[in-house]
């Protein structure tokens, strides 16, 4: 072989060894999250979900790429947005109820793992929480089925409260199961129930300025993607209007507002994180049983109370996860 054959060779074969790199370089997987909130009220629940990735031995920009999808509350934005997921053939979509509904239209195929506070066989997302059946399982905080919880923790601060709103958001799947079921713990407790409603930061607004006109004594904020996106936005109007409040999320305790209670939301995220990892690696989603985060908080602002001249009961205070002083 003359040199300059040799040289060329060698030459060739050095330049093909990044493609050749490239080519044995694993394809790091695509992970869409899917989401009816804003990124800046979900930020302690992505939080979440990537600790539930790590736990499996999935961390972003590393083994594993995270590509997130915001409707900020307005869902008719996610069908076309699952779609597009569809189309680029991500690996796993994870998503809230809204998106839900969006990403089992788009595909039977894609596994798909969900966080939803209502009943996912009643919603119609799974077969049973057992064998979920089919591209999808999930977790649930079941925070629908304690909404009615809220409304009787109202009243036991504020007894002499006859008459009590409560917010929901008609684009919600689970808004109207909800409203029934505070419907009916207001009839049990002898208090007239409003139903107030809301899908966007404005409908929030006006709804608190429509209390003092139905001499509300206490409002009840339902579960919803888009509300726990405007934890401290509720917290804010709450003491505005100088109106007890109480929502599902933490969140809104801490910034201000009277009283949490509701399923982990956060914890829930956890452990969809984690489902997320077992399906990367192999498992199939219809062999996940739904996840039902057991962990139901209830978080009482002390300096909120004092602030509206509430007086909180020992036995309340007793029961408390969590008490803000």
Excluded: C
Aim: charged letters at 20%; proline letters at 6%.
């Amino acid at each position: 072989m003359k040199r300059r054959d040799f040289i060329a060779l060698i030459g060739g074969t050095a330049a093909a060894w990044p493609i050749m790199a490239r080519a044995q370089r694993p394809e790091i997987p695509v992970v869409a999250f899917l989401n009816g909130g804003s990124p800046d009220g979900y930020a302690p629940m992505v939080a979440a979900f990537h600790q539930g990735l790590k736990d499996t031995g999935y961390v972003e920009a590393q083994s594993v790429r995270i590509e997130h999808r915001w409707a900020d509350g307005q869902y008719d934005r996610l069908p076309a947005m699952a779609a597009d997921l569809v189309h680029r053939q991500v690996a796993v979509i994870v998503t809230n109820s809204p998106g839900m509904l969006a990403a089992k239209a788009a595909t039977t195929t894609i596994p798909i793992v969900f966080t939803t506070s209502g009943d996912p066989v009643e919603l119609g997302f799974v077969a049973s929480l057992a064998r979920p059946g089919r591209n999808i399982t999930g977790v649930t905080q079941l925070n629908v089925e304690v909404a009615p919880k809220r409304l009787e923790l109202m009243y036991e601060l504020v007894p002499t409260a006859t008459i009590m709103a409560v917010l929901v958001n008609p684009a919600y799947p689970s808004a109207e199961i909800q409203s029934r079921g505070m419907q009916a713990a207001a009839h049990t407790l002898g208090v007239q129930l409003h139903i107030l409603r809301a899908s966007n930061e404005r409908d929030i607004d006006d709804a608190f300025a429509t209390l003092a006109q139905l001499r509300a004594g206490a409002f009840v904020i339902s579960s919803d993607p888009f509300f726990n996106s405007r934890a401290e936005q509720f917290a804010a109007l709450a003491l505005r209007h100088a109106v007890p409040t109480i929502f599902q999320y933490r969140e809104f305790a801490a910034a201000g507002g009277l009283m949490s209670y509701g399923g982990s939301v956060i914890d829930s995220y956890r452990q969809a994180g984690v489902y997320t990892g077992r399906i990367l690696k192999g498992e199939k989603p219809a062999d996940l049983p739904v996840q039902q985060s057991t962990k139901v908080e209830l978080i009482i602002n002390l300096k909120t109370a004092k602030a509206l001249g509430l007086e909180v009961p020992r036995t309340l205070i007793a029961r408390a996860d969590e008490v803000i002083e």
